[in-house]
């Protein structure tokens, strides 16, 4: 009798998704999808609002990462004003800067910690009442109180440069409304320990070698699981560097051969199109010169060491030789090898905290330009789970008339949906009996990406994780609550 | 336990309508100013919070609920486990777990959950909700001010 899993892994309002795994009477994996199955709004919702609220007004769509949505309709709107994208004054750049590599600190430090360590520390097989963060604690206490500074610290630098914990208004239309403070500047260098840069640079180096650690004695796991090729997709910075906040848009296919070379992103609708599928609310990006078929594309850090040349900051560029030489500097299509990239760029961001917080000019006070202005405005940064796109017109009364956001989540919607197919068919299909290990597997594979439901889909979801069982003629004969 | 200081932490998106409930009843302390209470919000709860959560003798976490019994719910939290899906939410007992393990302190905590029934995105809240904020605000005010007077 044939039987669908179905796995709701959702959270309080942040969107709503599910899994669902179709298997034949034989238990053979005949379908898998990743569901987003609310609908989206967010667009509507800034519609008819005046553009200079728009910085403000889009980080109502996520909590976790609100400056990558402050700072790419911030960027947007420079080109309204007549002011971007790379016509900052030094002082408001550096300040976005900031603000935006303490974003990434906190994000990747948080999916570390939070997200991937119980897993890596317990293994996937492990007792789920000791495989989550509380365990973590309770096991590795030092590791623990780490992850929770290192995303303190990048709260703290948001705040100092956005001026709010959530919120913030630090980016306006055409640049930055403060400065950072010698206080400031000196209580995140010279802070006493363990709130300083040099500290958040060791923790950052020592999370990166616990992963590489767990990878020489898991060398199986760590390469083995997911694996598939793919299109990779980032900004870069003009000389190929990675940047996180302003660049050209890059991609490269599964070998390394430039798909997009390096294009300007005010026109990013001639290279990427978006594909609607009925069993999902969420859209399937892809690029056009290679079609709706063979077009998707991963965004995030393993895209992002797959598209940059190099890594603009010491330490972490040694770690990137590492990591390429252990593709041979071909592309990397290893789904787990997602946490090493992420542990580099969280050394990288640590770095360039660093770096900004010894450069003079954020104690400037050019802080805003305008020029003439214009009807329509492109922002792109790459957020912490990759290319966040932000595009609005405005009419001449000064009001939102159009918006269209492409999220990272969205952009990673294929590669989501092959890495559960993959766990589907290599680690369900067929087996006589689904164990809770199994469907963790199935979650890893989703949270390597830590999706982010309510920027996908702006919808309210429910709590808890609910795994559904259908025989072949679509009655309930099993369900099982997290 | 003598309850000397008190932590109110609101929860949830005031760009959801009713999912509002729990900043907008902080910002009304806060606007009260009631002594030797601080108050705190955000979006979702996160791993930090055990490090504030470990400064306060008492936690009262505010949310909006679309299940609970109008007009509100509020019950003592104990600190429990649990396994996390995304980095996009960590429940109150969660955060109670690690600050207990972290920082070694165990603030008495309680939910108070305020019943929504409006969660689309759009700004301010339903009139019913603002009915049971009414009720909660009432209801907890009164409650800080017997924690002042007496032990819990």
Same mark, same amino acid.
């Given at each position: 009798?044939?039987? &669908?899993?179905?796995?709701?892994?959702?959270?309080?309002?942040?969107?709503?998704?599910?899994?669902?795994?179709?298997?034949?009477?034989?238990?053979?994996?005949?379908?898998?999808?990743?569901?987003?199955?609310?609908?989206?709004?967010?667009?509507?919702?800034?519609?008819?609002?005046?553009?200079?609220?728009?910085?403000? /007004?889009?980080?109502?769509?996520?909590?976790?990462?609100?400056?990558?949505?402050?700072?790419?309709?911030?960027?947007?709107?420079?080109?309204?004003?007549?002011?971007?994208?790379?016509?900052?004054?030094?002082?408001?750049?550096?300040?976005?800067?900031?603000?935006?590599?303490?974003?990434?600190?906190?994000?990747?430090?948080?999916?570390?910690?939070?997200?991937?360590?119980?897993?890596?520390?317990?293994?996937?097989?492990?007792?789920?009442?000791?495989?989550?963060?509380?365990?973590?604690?309770?096991?590795?206490?030092?590791?623990?109180?780490?992850?929770?500074?290192?995303?303190?610290?990048?709260?703290?630098?948001?705040?100092?440069?956005?001026?709010?914990?959530?919120?913030?208004?630090?980016?306006?239309?055409?640049?930055?409304?403060?400065?950072?403070?010698?206080?400031?500047?000196?209580?995140?260098?010279?802070?006493?320990?363990?709130?300083?840069?040099?500290?958040?640079?060791?923790?950052?180096?020592?999370?990166?070698?616990?992963?590489?650690?767990?990878? &020489?004695?898991?060398?199986?796991?760590?390469?083995?699981?997911?694996?598939?090729?793919?299109?990779?997709?980032?900004?870069?910075?003009?000389?190929?560097?990675?940047?996180?906040?302003?660049?050209?848009?890059?991609?490269?296919?599964?070998?390394?051969?430039?798909?997009?070379?390096?294009?300007? =992103?005010?026109? =990013?609708?001639?290279?990427?199109?978006?594909?609607?599928?009925?069993?999902?609310?969420?859209?399937?990006?892809?690029?056009?010169?290679?079609?709706k078929a063979d077009g998707w594309y991963r965004v995030g850090p393993l895209a992002r060491l797959n598209t940059c040349d190099f890594i603009p900051s010491p330490h972490a560029q040694k770690e990137f030789e590492l990591y390429k030489a252990y593709t041979d500097g071909k592309p990397?299509?290893?789904?787990?090898?997602?946490?090493?990239?992420?542990?580099?760029?969280?050394?990288?961001?640590?770095?360039?905290?660093?770096?900004? /917080?010894?450069? &003079?000019?954020?104690?400037?006070?050019?802080?805003?330009?305008?020029?003439?202005?214009?009807?329509?405005?492109?922002?792109?940064?790459?957020?912490?789970?990759?290319?966040?796109?932000?595009?609005?017109?405005?009419?001449?009364?000064?009001?939102?008339?159009?918006?269209?956001?492409?999220?990272?989540?969205?952009?990673?919607?294929?590669?989501?949906?092959?890495?559960?197919?993959?766990?589907?068919?290599?680690?369900?299909?067929?087996?006589?009996?689904?164990?809770?290990?199994?469907?963790?597997?199935?979650?890893?594979?989703?949270?390597? =990406?830590?999706?982010?439901?309510?920027?996908?889909?702006?919808?309210?979801?429910?709590?808890?994780?609910?795994?559904?069982?259908?025989?072949?003629?679509?009655?309930?004969?099993?369900?099982?609550?997290? | 336990?003598?309850?000397?200081?008190?932590?109110?932490?609101?929860?949830?998106?005031?760009?959801?309508?009713?999912?509002?409930?729990?900043?907008?009843?902080?910002?009304?302390?806060?606007?009260?100013?009631?002594?030797?209470?601080?108050?705190?919000?955000?979006?979702?709860?996160?791993?930090?919070?055990?490090?504030?959560?470990?400064?306060?003798?008492?936690?009262?976490?505010?949310?909006?609920?679309?299940?609970?019994?109008?007009?509100?719910?509020?019950?003592?939290?104990?600190?429990?486990?649990?396994?996390?899906?995304?980095?996009?939410?960590?429940?109150?007992?969660?955060? $109670?777990?690690?600050?207990?393990? $972290?920082?070694?302190?165990?603030?008495?905590?309680?939910?108070?959950?305020?019943?929504?029934?409006?969660?689309?995105?759009?700004?301010?809240?339903?009139?019913?909700?603002?009915?049971?904020?009414?009720?909660?605000?009432?209801?907890?005010?009164?409650?800080?001010?017997?924690?002042?007077?007496?032990? $819990?």
């Amino acid at each position: 009798m044939g039987r &669908k899993i179905t796995i709701e892994p959702v959270t309080r309002v942040e969107g709503h998704g599910k899994v669902t795994i179709h298997l034949d009477d034989r238990g053979k994996v005949t379908q898998s999808r990743f569901h987003i199955v609310e609908f989206r709004g967010f667009e509507r919702f800034v519609q008819g609002r005046p553009y200079w609220e728009a910085p403000v /007004l889009v980080q109502r769509l996520c909590g976790i990462c609100p400056v990558s949505h402050h700072l790419a309709a911030a960027k947007a709107m420079d080109v309204i004003v007549g002011a971007g994208p790379e016509k900052l004054t030094p002082t408001a750049e550096k300040m976005r800067r900031l603000m935006h590599y303490g974003q990434m600190l906190q994000s990747h430090a948080l999916h570390f910690f939070h997200l991937a360590s119980p897993d890596l520390l317990f293994g996937m097989d492990a007792d789920p009442a000791i495989r989550n963060i509380v365990g973590v604690a309770l096991e590795h206490r030092d590791l623990a109180v780490q992850g929770v500074m290192l995303r303190k610290f990048g709260q703290e630098i948001i705040l100092a440069t956005a001026g709010k914990k959530i919120h913030g208004t630090g980016a306006i239309p055409g640049g930055i409304n403060k400065n950072l403070t010698i206080e400031e500047r000196d209580s995140f260098l010279k802070g006493p320990a363990p709130l300083n840069a040099d500290t958040m640079i060791e923790w950052a180096q020592g999370a990166l070698d616990l992963f590489k650690a767990f990878h &020489k004695d898991h060398k199986d796991l760590v390469d083995g699981f997911a694996p598939f090729p793919s299109n990779h997709l980032s900004l870069v910075r003009k000389d190929g560097a990675l940047d996180f906040y302003h660049g050209v848009l890059r991609a490269v296919d599964s070998e390394g051969r430039k798909v997009l070379d390096d294009v300007d =992103y005010q026109d =990013y609708l001639k290279y990427i199109g978006e594909e609607v599928r009925s069993w999902s609310y969420m859209k399937f990006p892809y690029l056009r010169s290679l079609g709706k078929a063979d077009g998707w594309y991963r965004v995030g850090p393993l895209a992002r060491l797959n598209t940059c040349d190099f890594i603009p900051s010491p330490h972490a560029q040694k770690e990137f030789e590492l990591y390429k030489a252990y593709t041979d500097g071909k592309p990397n299509n290893m789904s787990l090898h997602t946490h090493w990239a992420r542990l580099i760029e969280l050394l990288h961001s640590a770095e360039v905290i660093r770096e900004l /917080l010894n450069d &003079k000019d954020l104690q400037g006070d050019k802080l805003v330009r305008r020029g003439k202005r214009r009807p329509e405005g492109v922002g792109l940064v790459e957020a912490p789970r990759g290319t966040l796109f932000h595009h609005y017109r405005v009419d001449d009364n000064d009001q939102i008339a159009m918006a269209n956001l492409i999220v990272s989540t969205t952009n990673n919607n294929e590669p989501m949906n092959r890495a559960v197919n993959w766990v589907a068919e290599n680690m369900i299909s067929e087996k006589p009996e689904i164990t809770e290990g199994m469907l963790n597997r199935v979650e890893v594979a989703i949270r390597a =990406y830590d999706p982010c439901l309510s920027c996908a889909t702006h919808a309210v979801g429910k709590m808890p994780l609910v795994v559904e069982m259908y025989d072949s003629r679509k009655n309930l004969v099993d369900r099982k609550c997290k | 336990m003598q309850i000397n200081r008190i932590l109110v932490y609101g929860i949830g998106n005031p760009g959801r309508r009713d999912d509002g409930l729990g900043p907008k009843l902080v910002s009304l302390i806060e606007t009260e100013g009631i002594e030797n209470v601080d108050c705190d919000s955000n979006y979702q709860l996160n791993i930090e919070d055990a490090l504030t959560c470990s400064h306060y003798d008492a936690v009262v976490f505010v949310d909006a609920s679309e299940t609970t019994a109008p007009p509100f719910e509020f019950k003592e939290l104990e600190p429990a486990r649990e396994i996390a899906f995304t980095t996009h939410e960590l429940s109150p007992a969660s955060v $109670l777990a690690l600050t207990e393990e $972290l920082y070694a302190r165990r603030p008495r905590a309680w939910m108070l959950a305020v019943r929504g029934y409006e969660w689309e995105l759009a700004e301010g809240l339903s009139p019913r909700a603002e009915i049971n904020l009414s009720a909660a605000l009432a209801f907890l005010a009164d409650w800080v001010d017997q924690g002042r007077s007496k032990t $819990l």
